[in-house]
């Protein structure tokens, strides 16, 4: 039996939804080789990724960039992060 216009509809709405999630998961993602953490200069909410990453790179030449983390409650209690190479 075929399957229906309708779930063939919803399959591709899944689809299409798992590989934008996926995306956005892989876009905020640090490289493997990438340490993180908390700023300790950065006043406030943290609003925008290039603040976040220019605070970083003026705290310490060891830093290699930053980004806001939004994990907070609602995704309003962001804070800056920033990232150094490990090992």
Same mark, same amino acid.
């Given at each position: 039996?075929?399957?229906? #216009? %309708?779930?063939?509809?919803?399959?591709?709405?899944?689809?299409?939804?798992?590989?934008?999630?996926?995306?956005?998961?892989?876009?905020?993602?640090?490289?493997?080789?990438? $340490? #993180?953490?908390? =700023?300790? =200069?950065?006043?406030?909410? $943290? %609003?925008?990724?290039?603040? /976040? #990453?220019?605070? /970083?790179?003026?705290?310490?030449?060891?830093?290699?960039?930053?980004? $806001?983390?939004?994990?907070? !409650?609602?995704? !309003?209690? =962001?804070? /800056?992060? /920033? !990232?150094?190479? $490990?090992?």
């Amino acid at each position: 039996m075929a399957p229906s #216009r %309708k779930s063939l509809s919803v399959a591709i709405g899944v689809l299409l939804l798992l590989a934008i999630v996926a995306a956005d998961a892989m876009a905020s993602v640090a490289p493997l080789d990438t $340490c #993180r953490h908390l =700023s300790g =200069s950065y006043q406030g909410v $943290c %609003k925008t990724d290039e603040d /976040c #990453r220019l605070q /970083c790179l003026g705290e310490s030449a060891d830093n290699i960039g930053g980004a $806001c983390d939004n994990r907070g !409650f609602l995704g !309003f209690a =962001s804070q /800056c992060w /920033c !990232f150094t190479n $490990c090992g």
